[in-house]
């Protein structure tokens, strides 16, 4: 899994297709599909399958708040606003 | 007949709910927790109908959900309606397979009041009921179209019984049977269902032979078995949709293109501070200078008013007057004169001068809310406001308690989780309402003149950093450990809808006036009782008996202490009950400094007259401070124990509020009893 993909600086690389990470990791217009998830919180993660973050789904970054968090992603036909703190739990591989 | 209205946020669930109902509908809340509970009658029939909270699904981890959940497990509605928006088909069907694995028959009312906005999407209706297993009529909740197909449908009971059909894979189905055949509880399906989900109400249930089985699933699918389920709902929605539902990729909406200006990196902020600017000079600035005085005149008379910042001379004999003198005439004793007048009439006025501007800012709300730009304001300030504990949300409640508490106070119930809503409740009063400017008109105005303006600046800053440091107070030692997150979703950009507005306004302004009225009325009654008579009951006439003797003046002198400090070392029972007084209505403080001063003689203004010469600008900016931060007015307490749910949380909120500003306001006068 590669998670080493931020600089000394803070300075995010762009993630290439075919790259794992986290989806915290895309920016805007950037498509990837979930791998797994890993949340300690046993309610954000229900809330999230509930919400259709599943393994599999295809998840494309649609709008970044202008302070850059919250994001508004979209999966399943529809958009969701997300937290990053909340998206760093949830790994994907990028396919666009 | 029992029907219970189920869908998730944002479905069209609510404008089903009052086209369905009209105006037969009884608002209320769930029992022990702070969530409106509305139910109705549908039109031309006796069927009973409730509006369950929004969900998107049925776990038992919301109040919301939960409510939801024990609803139509223990309270056995007849149907469920289940509205789900056709534009996003996959979400609304993972709450409808849910419904669908209870014991219970339902109708799907399927909203297409955006496709047909929207082209693009296309949905096979008579397909997706044949897949589904169950009776779908399709509707639009805002074009009124579909509507008394839907309530014929559920009349004549003409609506195909819940078949449970199998949706998951075979082994997992295999599972489900076996666990009904050992269970004895209702809703065998459902249970079975949240039985393999390890739900943790059903735990009890989970029997070590159960137990082996979902083991055994969790192995061969190499997930929990929480997550295999939403898996395999979902596989099971996806298969669904593909055949009977066709989405037009189209690149660019126009919401998209709209967001990409009013979220844009670097406008996104100025564009918001320029629509806010725009809504308080149209209310609080416009009509609330124009209006505040006018009305408030009307009911207390006045031989000038204030408009816009001008004095102009007021020619109408005031309601309160006009009666004191038909009173008097028909000789009415003089403390019943003045029970009307300076308690009732005064209480109206209190609420009424600041209903216009009101109406204005809910108007002005109700448009942001309704095009769909308020959802983006709480979306792009929710980075600032967590790191306080807040989320985006609890910014909505604080606008709107810029105009007045009460209703800010009632906006935190879009604040989804819990804590995060207490704490809104909590907060919310700390925004200066339009009652507080008086307070800061008088002391600026006197006392910093030219410079009243950037003392008025530093009061509402001094409000934000209130509100934010308390934030990180409560967190940290009332509401510990709440987890906030951040899921919601952005609604698409619409034109606004006129009724959905009209309705708004009305409903927002008729339970101001219902609330404030009461409350603010009853208690203006009560301090003019303890402000007109004495100890001994005599009444205070102004002749034998002054303010100084009044109930009001004692217990003033009672809490002067409390005072003491801020006031830079003046025991002042004038300053105290004036405090006191803004408990009616904060603009009070203001009239009885006045009356105080007036009574007492001597000098043009407050300040000149011997009783509140005391006043510097240090205690008198102490003072502002307190009277802004400390506790709210009766109405706003009163809808903080509404919203809080109890009377303890009330209190609790009423001592955090004043020891703040106690605080705050001792700590500046001090400073100036030192320094002058």
Known sequence: ?96 | MKVALVGNQNSGKTTLFNTLTGSNQKVGNWPGVTIERKEGTIIDTNIEIIDLPGVYSLSPYSSEEEISRQFVMEEKPDLIINIIDATSLERSLYLTTQLLELDIDVVIALNMADVLEKSGITVDVEKLSKRLNTTIVSISAKKNLGIQQLISVVKSGEYQNNRQDYIYDEEIENVISNITRLINVGHKRFSAVKIIERDRDYRPLLTDEINAQIDMLEHNYSMDSEQLIADQRYRHIGRIKKECSTQEEKGDTVTDKLDRVFLHKIFGLPIFALIMGIVYFLSVGLVGGLTVDFVGALFDGSETINILGREMPFVIAGLGPTLSGWLTNIGASPWSVSLVVDGIIAGFGAVSSFLPQLIILFLCLALLETTGYMSRISFFLDRIFKRFGLSGKSLIPFIVGSGCSVPGIMASRTVENEEERKMTVMLTPFVPCSAKLPIIALFAGYFFSSLAWLVTLSLYFMAIAVILLSALILKKFIYKGATSSYLSELPNYHAPSAIYVFRDVFDKTWSFIKRAGTVIVLCSVAVWFLASFTWTFNYIDGVNYHIENSILAGIGNAFAWIFYPMLGGTWSWGATVSAIQGLIAKEQVVSSLEVIAGLEGGGSTVFESGIFSFFNSWNAYAYMIFNLFSAPCFAAIGAMRKELGSTKGMFKAVFFQTGIAWVLATFVGMIGWLIV
Do not use: W
């Open chain 1, 1 to 96: 899994m590669q998670t080493q993909n931020r600089h000394r600086h803070g300075r995010r690389t762009r993630l290439q297709v075919g790259q794992e990470g986290h989806l915290s990791d895309l920016e805007r217009g950037q498509k990837a599909i979930v791998l797994d998830f890993h949340n300690d919180n046993a309610i954000l993660r229900r809330r999230l399958l509930d919400m259709g973050i599943t393994k599999g789904v295809e998840i494309e970054i649609k709008k970044i708040a202008p302070l850059g968090d919250p994001v508004d992603i979209r999966l399943r036909g529809y958009e969701l606003c997300i937290r990053r703190k909340d998206m760093r739990s949830i790994d994907i591989k990028v396919v666009e």
